[in-house]
């Protein structure tokens, strides 16, 4: 009994947790998005500068969106018109926010960490009732149109609002899936297919960005990453079948839950 407690009181519990969490992150960004309220919080608990902490997370599951861009592909080849450019959009806001970032002092982002989870917490939390809206906006549209009122997406707004919003996603991320959904929804998109894909689009772009700046820059942990990595690639991958047992409400409210409860432990140890 001694050798076991003393091989437990060796392993180092907050790895191990890390790469749980980060196992946990890609199934939840494969099936309900999200995943960053686990993994990063758990890269924290690893002990690094929260920067380093957050462009190490940004590293370590941005390889898991690669294969969102297979999954969406048809879908991205018939849009290219509109997905090219908001790739571009994306690579610029991503590039801004990325270099934002790592100019950020470490005790300002450190205050800043419960107020972005609160944020991404809160849209994760409104995703329902947005949604419903955009169901009826669309229903809208769809009986204008039909007494001769087009409503064509404008393209313009669409870019400067993806380079925008991309700058949140360089910077930080979490939950911008859901607003790149509601900025695509609101501008006149209403195929639900083709909103997906160019949503992977920007978001592939600005993470991707973000992703050489922070591995140029040297601002990864590789020694943590990499299990990391490895551990969210395989949590993607083991999604498919939860995907199909568990309701999407159900996911969604789970990732509420722990986007709020993160948010409120960093305001209670910033305090």
């Not at 590293?59 to 090219?84: F, K």
């Not at 009826?136 to 064509?152: D, F, N, P, T, Y």
């Not at 395989?234 to 079948?241: F, Q, T």
Request: aromatic residues 10%; proline residues 5%.
């Amino acid at each position: 009994m001694s050798d076991l407690g003393g091989a437990l009181t060796t392993i180092d519990w907050r790895f191990v947790w890390l790469v749980v969490a980060a196992f946990l992150a890609g199934v939840l960004n494969a099936v309900a998005g999200g995943g960053s309220f686990l993994s990063f919080p758990a890269f924290l608990g690893m002990k690094m500068p929260p920067v380093e902490a957050n462009t190490t997370n940004t590293v370590a599951i941005w390889p898991g969106q690669l294969t969102s861009i297979a999954a969406y592909w048809p879908d991205v080849r018939r849009n290219l018109r509109v997905a090219l450019p908001m790739g571009l959009a994306g690579l610029l806001g991503g590039t801004a926010g990325a270099v934002v970032l790592l100019n950020t002092p470490q005790k300002t982002f450190m205050r800043m960490v419960p107020w972005l989870l609160l944020f991404a917490a809160s849209t994760f939390a409104v995703s329902g009732p947005v949604t419903r809206a955009l169901d009826r906006l669309k229903l809208k549209r769809q009986a204008s149109a039909g007494s001769g009122e087009v409503h064509a997406p404008r393209r313009l707004p669409l870019l400067a609002a993806t380079a925008v919003l991309s700058v949140y996603v360089g910077y930080f991320g979490a939950g911008s899936g859901f607003l790149f959904i509601t900025l695509l929804a609101l501008l006149g998109y209403e195929d639900i297919h083709v909103i997906n894909a160019l949503k992977v689009v920007a978001n592939l772009m600005a993470n991707g960005i973000a992703f050489v700046i922070f591995i140029v820059d040297g601002q990864v942990v590789w020694r943590l990453c990499l299990p990391a990595m490895a551990a969210a690639g395989i949590g993607g991958y083991a999604s498919a079948s939860l995907a199909r047992r568990v309701p999407q409400p159900v996911l969604r409210g789970l990732v509420v839950a722990i986007g709020l409860g993160m948010a409120g432990w960093f305001f209670w140890r910033n305090s």
